[in-house]
């Protein structure tokens, strides 16, 4: 047992170690834990260099092997904000739960009949779910509609969003950035992440740049063209001074700087709640459709029938832009789908529920998502799978993009380690970042000769005051651990070489 618990356990011993830490001399106090003792001269000299210090450090390196040698120790039972971390924990129980073939529909029915080419009734476009329901996928299940002879809709689209049932949540509310993409809500009909590309193409001979705009949305404006500038290419956004404060048009106030040559600009669109309708219409009509009526939100009637439905990509597909590309809104897509599974009370009730059918056939349709439910299932799932030994994550919505998120490195190693021996194991290794390769780890182990480069596969965090890493090392010599480290300090940016250096030191290890 560490000497950091004894003062809430034993009295008389942590008097005994006060009266120690009294005596003892400054070189001897600076090896206690929590002040850096036992942490590779790199990583705390890392530390040093960001005037971080070793207490707001946690950290864990283990052997996945089951005898489950540990080579550091550090601060791994404090409760940390893991930042994006913390997506591991969602992506792994829904592997778990669903399977890596799980998917998600989206479902399009009529109350009507399909006559010559004409829908003469309503569509209806039931969400699911669907983490990626992007552009190209959309167009796709408009031709196949097409296809079946809905070509002119006498009627409205439909849009029913009931499968999740979510409170209005502020895009800004987290950081003030409403406009930024990894800033978007969940969906059950989320299209295309709620958000608009803008490309810049300067063409110099004409003195402007054209602005290209994807997907097209029905009743917003962009402006075609931004006159060019010769000024250097630099913080290009503020110089383009585009306005968003008007909900059916996108203003440029500036110039592009032609140096700059094409850039794309994602952005969220300004009234998130009239997204999936400007979409699902400005891309209907650009398929080729034709509707009467009008795009709207609403709720599908009992008595409909199913035109078309079109999946989602596989789960193991789905984590890979959770885990290694840190995709904000699909992580709590995902997170909210395990919300609809029914929650077991025992073990042999699980095994009953699992023999019941596919993944999918033990969702329960009736109950909408909500944080709520998925916290109760994934808390049920935590204590099923690691027992109360391990204390679990504190939950808010599954993605890190949270305040009050909370885990220890303790627990993301036991996740890590039983990953490891899963049958689909693989689909979550594969779904982490490389290091120095790819994904939000991309930028990682290039100092140096790093032996981590290429030979680490993790999970990166970053918020204000949040640096984070948790995944596996492959070390040089021939074995594999499990690495967890997390900075919380103001200047937690400031140490990610800390936690870089950590990556190394692993995979150099000796025997």
């Known amino acids: 047992m560490s000497t950091r618990f004894l003062p809430l356990r034993f009295p008389f011993l942590a008097r005994l170690f006060a009266l120690w830490l009294l005596a003892c001399a400054l070189p001897a106090c600076a090896q206690m834990p929590g002040r850096g003792a036992g942490l590779p001269p790199a990583v705390a000299e890392a530390l040093k260099q960001a005037q971080v210090p070793a207490s707001a450090l946690s950290a864990l390196v283990v052997s996945v092997a089951p005898d489950a040698h540990e080579r550091l120790r550090h601060l791994a039972s404090a409760p940390v904000n893991p930042a994006s971390v913390m997506k591991l924990v969602t992506t792994y129980a829904a592997l778990d739960m669903l399977g890596p073939d799980f998917t998600w529909n989206t479902r399009f029915y009529t109350d009507g009949v399909v006559d010559n080419g004409i829908l003469r009734g309503n569509l209806y476009v039931r969400g699911g779910g669907d983490p990626k329901l992007v552009l190209e996928r959309i167009q796709e299940a408009y031709l196949a509609l097409q296809a079946k002879g809905v070509r002119v809709i006498l ?204 993944a999918a056939d033990r969702l329960v349709p009736s109950r909408p998502a909500r944080f709520e439910y998925s916290r109760e299932v994934v808390t049920d799932w935590w204590q099923r799978t690691f027992g109360r030994r391990v204390p679990g994550p504190v ?69 204000r005051d949040v640096t984070g890493i948790a995944g596996y090392v492959n070390a040089l010599n021939g074995s594999q651990y499990v690495v967890v480290a997390f900075v919380n300090h103001p200047s937690a940016p400031a140490a990610r070489p800390a936690l870089d250096a950590l990556l190394a030191w692993t995979a150099a290890l000796p025997d």
């Open 155 to 358: 009627g409205d689209m439909v849009l029913d969003h009931s499968a999740f049932e979510l409170p209005f949540t502020d895009p800004g509310a987290f950081d003030g950035e409403a406009l930024r993409p990894y800033n978007a809500t969940p969906d059950a009909l989320l299209v295309n992440f709620k958000s608009v590309i803008l490309t810049f193409v300067p063409d110099v001979a004409s003195g402007v740049a054209t602005v290209i705009s994807e997907p097209p949305l029905a009743g917003l404006a962009i402006d075609a063209t931004v006159p060019l500038s010769r000024g250097a290419c630099g913080d290009w956004r503020s110089t383009v001074r585009a306005r968003f404060d008007d909900p059916d048009a996108i203003r440029f106030e500036g110039r592009y700087p032609q140096n700059c040559g094409e850039l794309k600009w994602p952005v969220a669109y300004q009234q998130p709640a009239s997204y999936a309708a400007r979409a699902m219409e400005g891309l209907w009509r650009a398929s080729g459709g034709a509707i009467t009526g009008s795009v709207r939100d609403g709720t599908m009637p009992a008595e409909v029938v199913l035109l078309h439905e079109t999946r989602s990509l596989p789960l193991s597909d789905v984590i890979v832009d959770v885990n290694r590309w840190s995709n904000n809104v699909m992580a709590q897509q995902v997170f909210l789908t395990l919300g609809q599974l029914a929650v077991p009370q025992t073990t042999m009730a699980r095994s009953v529920v699992v023999a019941a059918g596919s």
């Open 395 to 463: 939950l808010e919505n599954g993605s890190g993009l949270s305040r009050d998120e909370r885990v220890t490195p303790e627990a993301l190693a036991a996740l890590l380690r039983h990953a490891a021996r899963h049958p689909q194991g693989m689909a979550f290794v594969d779904s982490l970042s490389v290091v120095g390769v790819n994904g939000t780890a991309q930028r990682l182990g290039r100092g140096g000769n790093s032996a981590a480069r290429g030979n680490a596969y993790v999970k990166t965090g970053t918020l």
